[in-house]
């Protein structure tokens, strides 16, 4: 899994509560990304990371934010959970822009009822 | 807008043939594109990756071929095993580009 651990792996919480995802990588690569998958949508990008303390927006950004204070951790807060992020958050890293692949961790399922 | 798409959703073959999975993308200025595998309950996995400036680039048992006249990505599996069985996602991007598209996924299903 190419270092990166992801926590928790499963989360239930209920509507309107804040939930926080984290991503923790050992690679020491630059770029972070958060995605999501869903059924019918394949994984859509929430956020990423190009450096510490630097994000920006994805293609599905709203509702989320994100943080990341060192270079090993990206977090991901749903401010106020709504049924509709119930779904499987991926967490991926990549040590250059330039032709370089995503590596994933395993994913944490967050169920929001 | 940008869009990597798969021409079939689903993929049924028999152990030991080969397969082949297609894709197509609609970004001209991609240069760079990648294959993942995902198996339930995991997350994608990198299988092979490919530069614009190439039209084939083989791994162990896997090829892709890139056709970038018609936009066309290709993932062929040779012998495919029944631990071949999974989603197979390809994924764009252009240099410089810190966002990669990914493809909404094709499933490959082994026959024994």
């Known amino acids: 899994d190419a270092g990166i651990t992801q926590s928790p792996r499963h989360k239930v919480t209920e509507t309107g509560t804040p939930v926080t995802l984290r991503c923790h990588q050992t690679e020491n690569h630059r770029y972070m990304y958060w995605y999501r998958q869903d059924p019918g949508h394949g994984l859509r990008l929430i956020h990423y990371?190009?450096?510490?303390?630097?994000?920006d927006k994805g293609e599905v950004s709203d509702g989320y934010s994100v943080s990341r204070s060192k270079t090993e951790d990206f977090l991901l807060t749903l401010e106020s959970a709504t049924s509709s992020q119930t779904s499987v958050y991926f967490c991926?890293?990549?040590?250059?822009?330039?032709?370089?692949?995503?590596?994933f961790g395993n994913g944490t399922r967050l169920t929001v009822t | 807008g940008e869009s990597v798409g798969l021409h079939l959703p689903t993929l049924s073959v028999q152990e030991g043939d080969n397969s082949i999975i297609n894709c197509a993308y609609s970004n001209s200025a991609s240069d760079y594109f990648i294959w993942y595998k995902q198996e339930s309950g995991k997350g994608p996995q990198f299988i092979i990756d490919?530069?614009?400036?190439?039209d084939k680039r083989q791994g162990q048992r896997v090829t892709v071929l890139l056709n970038k006249t018609v936009k066309h990505l290709s993932l062929q599996i040779a012998a495919t095993q029944p631990g071949d069985s999974a989603v197979y996602f390809c994924?764009?991007?252009?240099?410089?580009?810190?966002?990669?598209?990914f493809g909404s996924g094709t499933r490959l299903s082994i026959r024994p």
């Open positions: 994924a764009e991007t252009y240099s410089s580009a810190s966002k990669i598209i």
């Open positions: 991926a890293i990549r040590g250059g822009a330039d032709n370089s692949p995503l590596h």
């Open positions: 490919i530069r614009s400036n190439m």
């Open positions: 990371s190009y450096g510490v303390k630097d994000t």
